[in-house]
């Protein structure tokens, strides 16, 4: 299970997805909206994608996953407007060993956030940005150019 939601994620699904006979842990990575971002107070995100690019990229990072260390991924991101509290993606592994399967899962996050084409745009009350690795765009316009984003 690799897709982007535009609506609440399930984390029942994505325990459903990964679990087997074989699998001695599972490992859920919830990540939450959180209310501050760069010292400033944030009242929500926004997040678009290319979509099926989007999936296809979280497929081979389960794939990439399933070679390495032999754990079962899903991931669930959300696209469209959260509020504070809120998750925006799910991420399960499950595999024999615990250590295999907190690898598995910190590695997901973080190859998301490389190579993934998801933009997050930043709410806060003195205005709205959108974010590029942990770079806020402030001096540039709200619009991103798309080919510059998929790095």
């Not at 909206?33 to 107070?41: D, M, Y």
């Not at 899903?74 to 295999?100: N, Q």
């Amino acid at each position: 299970m690799f897709e982007l939601w535009d609506k609440a994620l399930s984390l029942d699904a994505c325990l459903r997805a990964v679990q087997h006979a074989g699998a001695g842990a599972v490992v859920i990575f919830l990540g939450v909206v959180r209310n501050n971002s760069r010292g400033q107070s944030v009242n929500g995100l926004e997040y678009d994608a290319y979509k099926p690019m989007a999936e296809r990229k979280l497929r081979e990072i389960g794939e990439e996953i399933d070679r390495r260390w032999g754990a079962k991924c899903a991931i669930l991101h959300r696209v469209g407007r959260l509020a504070v509290g809120e998750v925006s993606v799910i991420i399960a592994a499950a595999a024999p060993h615990r250590a295999d399967a907190f690898e598995a899962c910190r590695y997901a996050i973080e190859r998301i956030k490389e190579v993934v084409p998801i933009w997050k745009k930043e709410f806060a009350e003195d205005g709205a940005w959108w974010i590029e690795g942990s770079t806020a765009l402030t001096d540039k316009p709200l619009i991103v150019n798309l080919q510059a984003s998929q790095r």
